[in-house]
């Protein structure tokens, strides 16, 4: 069989699309590379919706955390708490386990026992918490001056948080929202490790890693590959949050603008 014609059959079969079979001997360099690529389909899925929900989220629980009113401010607290406070994996772990108990009882939760929407709500969850810290701590950090000049023009309620806080608390947070990001997409790689059952084989880029190094018992060929394809996505985030974090800064001189700097986080 041809490279490119193992391309055509396993392109795709990480969405169900082509060959419903995984190979079973006779492993190819090519076989590895297209099979770990579709997986990273699913990566992609995850990190971009749980990345865009959980920006809002995160932007609601920082302002709630740092209203005056209690009844905003607690329940923020709280929940930056908990997701912050206690592992991914185990968000994933009881989560499954509390959709498939509600399942049981309410067969409207049924889709939430799947990986696409079930680990999703975890993703969208867990990286709304670690944002809304970073953003809280962005609002904190605002010169009291811009927000005073904002007064002074008239500005109040939601035109002042508009034009002046929020852009500025994005500026602030902008480099280390990044980081998250980064950490998010290399999240997704828990998804099929935990509770959440990979659906007909349709597993996500390690889900096809792990599968070779168990046929070959060589992990130094798959896992090698994934890392490439998570430095490329890591690259593309990269320039993307760059492309962002210009346009929130153009407005400063050139020697004064901050640059992103990406310091993965080894643990979480």
Same mark, same amino acid.
Request: charge should be positive; glycine fraction near 8%; include cysteine.
């Given at each position: 069989?041809?490279?490119?014609?193992?391309?055509?059959?396993?392109?795709? $079969?990480?969405?169900?699309?082509?060959?419903?079979?995984?190979?079973?001997?006779?492993?190819?360099?090519?076989?590895?590379?297209?099979?770990?690529?579709?997986?990273?389909?699913?990566?992609?899925?995850?990190?971009?919706?749980?990345?865009?929900?959980?920006?809002?989220?995160?932007?609601?629980?920082?302002?709630?955390?740092?209203?005056?009113?209690?009844?905003?401010?607690?329940?923020?607290?709280?929940?930056?708490?908990?997701?912050?406070?206690?592992?991914?994996?185990?968000?994933?772990?009881?989560?499954?386990?509390?959709?498939?108990?509600?399942?049981?009882?309410?067969?409207?939760?049924?889709?939430?026992?799947?990986?696409?929407?079930?680990?999703?709500?975890?993703?969208?969850?867990?990286?709304?918490?670690?944002?809304?810290?970073?953003?809280?701590?962005?609002?904190?950090?605002?010169?009291?001056?811009?927000?005073?000049?904002?007064?002074?023009?008239?500005?109040?309620?939601?035109?002042?948080?508009? $034009?002046?806080?929020?852009?500025?608390?994005?500026?602030?947070?902008?480099?280390?929202?990044?980081?998250?990001?980064?950490?998010?997409?290399?999240?997704?790689?828990?998804?099929?490790?935990?509770?959440?059952?990979?659906?007909?084989?349709?597993?996500?880029?390690?889900?096809?890693?792990?599968?070779?190094?168990?046929?070959?018992?060589?992990?130094?060929?798959?896992?090698?590959?994934?890392?490439?394809?998570?430095?490329?996505?890591?690259?593309?985030?990269?320039?993307?949050?760059?492309?962002?974090?210009?346009?929130?800064?153009?407005?400063?001189?050139?020697?004064?603008?901050?640059?992103?700097?990406? $310091?993965?986080?080894?643990?979480?």
């Amino acid at each position: 069989m041809s490279c490119l014609q193992t391309i055509a059959d396993y392109g795709l $079969r990480a969405i169900g699309i082509g060959e419903r079979l995984l190979p079973r001997d006779d492993f190819t360099l090519c076989q590895q590379f297209t099979l770990i690529g579709s997986g990273m389909v699913w990566n992609v899925y995850f990190g971009v919706l749980a990345l865009v929900f959980g920006f809002c989220l995160a932007t609601l629980v920082a302002v709630g955390k740092a209203s005056p009113r209690a009844a905003f401010r607690k329940p923020s607290e709280w929940f930056i708490f908990v997701f912050r406070g206690s592992p991914l994996f185990i968000q994933f772990f009881f989560a499954y386990f509390l959709f498939l108990n509600l399942k049981g009882v309410y067969p409207v939760f049924s889709p939430f026992t799947a990986a696409w929407l079930g680990a999703l709500i975890v993703l969208f969850l867990n990286t709304a918490a670690y944002s809304a810290e970073i953003f809280y701590g962005a609002l904190q950090s605002i010169p009291k001056g811009e927000v005073e000049a904002a007064d002074a023009y008239g500005l109040s309620g939601w035109s002042r948080f508009r $034009r002046i806080v929020w852009p500025t608390m994005l500026r602030l947070a902008w480099p280390a929202y990044t980081n998250e990001a980064i950490f998010l997409f290399h999240a997704t790689t828990l998804v099929f490790f935990s509770g959440f059952p990979a659906w007909q084989q349709r597993g996500d880029a390690l889900y096809y890693a792990r599968y070779f190094a168990d046929k070959t018992f060589n992990p130094f060929i798959p896992y090698p590959i994934l890392a490439m394809y998570f430095i490329l996505l890591t690259l593309v985030i990269i320039g993307l949050f760059g492309l962002v974090n210009s346009r929130l800064n153009r407005h400063l001189p050139a020697n004064t603008r901050q640059r992103l700097k990406v $310091r993965p986080n080894l643990i979480r």
